[in-house]
């Protein structure tokens, strides 16, 4: 008969998701989340090495499935293109972004990993430890091949600003009652800001 238990990385995951939801992303503990476990005081840094590992496996867990269908239907697309072929453009690759970014903010939990996530990227301008679904490689390089004209440097840049942007609208704290949350723009418009900024002239282009 298969052991359908959950493996003490879940559990531990488990918890700290139910903790981070429950009292806030600041307020829990490594302590904490092994209580809240069952599980003795080393066990978080022994399955994930420390509360940063912790958090990052978790948005690895619970991220990659709105992110990572979308991304490798786009990579899938781009890369039967060919050297010589457009991508699919700016807009369908931020909308590729942006989208998971809406729906997270529909629910709670969605709020509080998009909150998670900010406050691990944000402080230091990387992303956690999580596999290429999620990182800016994929993402500046299609993105280069969509607008040749720029120079990778730039392209670099703008993909940094633009995801900045989009991590601090989606990822402010968590309000503690819906009538305080400060609405968030519609995704179209979004979409729409972010892809003319992408697009812009480059400074000093004289167009």
């Given at each position: 008969?298969?052991?359908d238990?959950?493996s003490?990385r ?18 829990v503990?490594v ?10 005081p080393?066990?978080?840094?022994y ?9 990052s ?9 709105f992110?990572?269908?979308r ?8 890369r039967?293109?060919g050297?010589?072929?457009a991508?699919?453009?700016v807009r ?5 972004l942006v989208?998971p970014?809406?729906?997270l903010s529909?629910?709670e939990?969605g709020?509080?990993l998009?909150?998670?996530?900010a ?5 230091t301008?990387?992303?956690?430890n ?14 280069g091949?969509?607008?040749p004209?720029?120079p ?21 704290p968590?309000?503690?009652?819906p009538?305080?949350?400060?609405p968030?723009?519609e995704?179209?418009?979004v979409?729409a800001?972010?892809t ?12």
């Open positions: 008969m298969a052991d238990s959950p003490t879940d559990r531990l995951l488990d918890a700290a998701e139910r903790l981070f939801l429950e009292k806030g992303v600041d307020r503990s302590r904490a989340v092994n209580a809240e476990a069952g599980l003795n080393g066990a978080v840094h399955h994930f090495g420390s509360r940063e590992g912790l958090v496996a978790l948005l690895e867990r619970e991220l990659e499935p992110w990572g269908d991304l490798r239907d786009v990579i899938r697309r781009a039967a293109c050297d010589d072929g991508l699919s453009g369908e690759l931020v909308t590729t989208e970014f809406d729906e529909r629910t939990k709020r509080m998009c909150h998670l996530l406050r691990s990227v944000l402080p301008g990387t992303m956690p999580v596999s290429p679904w999620f990182g800016s490689p994929p993402f500046e390089v299609m993105l091949r969509a607008l004209g720029l990778v440097h730039e392209v670099s840049e703008r993909w940094r600003l633009a995801f900045t942007l989009l991590l601090e609208v989606y990822g402010r968590v309000a503690p009652a009538a305080a949350a400060v968030l723009p995704a179209a418009t979409v800001f972010v003319a900024g992408l697009t812009a002239p480059s400074p000093g282009s004289g167009t």
